[in-house]
């Protein structure tokens, strides 16, 4: 059980430097997304569900949704096929 606390820490720690040197917003995003996940697991090993449920609803889940749909608005995420990508190929 030690081993996986330890497992569990590095990889928060690692994603939380890993959101700020990514390059793109996308990946910064998925990121993000994944360490809300784990944080998630931490607090049902602290055997406090209710705050894990609300961090893998509201953390993880809600706030990715909207920050996808704040890249998707501001055209950091591109459609593929687009008029965009159309007139960078030429």
Same mark, same amino acid.
């Not at 931490?42 to 569900?49: D, E, H, Q």
């Not at 809600?62 to 687009?82: P, Q």
């Given at each position: #059980? ?21 390059? +793109?917003?996308?990946? +910064?995003? =998925?990121?993000? #997304?994944?360490?809300?996940?784990? *944080? +998630? %697991?931490?607090?049902? *090993? ?15 889940? %809600?706030?990715?949704?909207? *920050? ?5 608005? =501001? ?16």
């Amino acid at each position: #059980m030690e081993a996986l606390n330890v497992i569990l820490l590095v990889f928060i720690l690692v994603c939380a430097i890993a959101v700020g040197r990514a390059k +793109s917003l996308l990946s +910064s995003v =998925i990121i993000f #997304m994944s360490q809300g996940l784990a *944080m +998630s %697991i931490v607090w049902i *090993m602290l055997r406090s569900p209710d705050l894990a449920i609300t961090e893998a609803a509201v953390g993880a889940g %809600i706030s990715s949704l909207l *920050m996808f749909v704040t890249l998707k608005k =501001i055209h950091a995420i591109k459609e593929e096929g687009s008029p965009e990508e159309d007139a960078e190929e030429e």
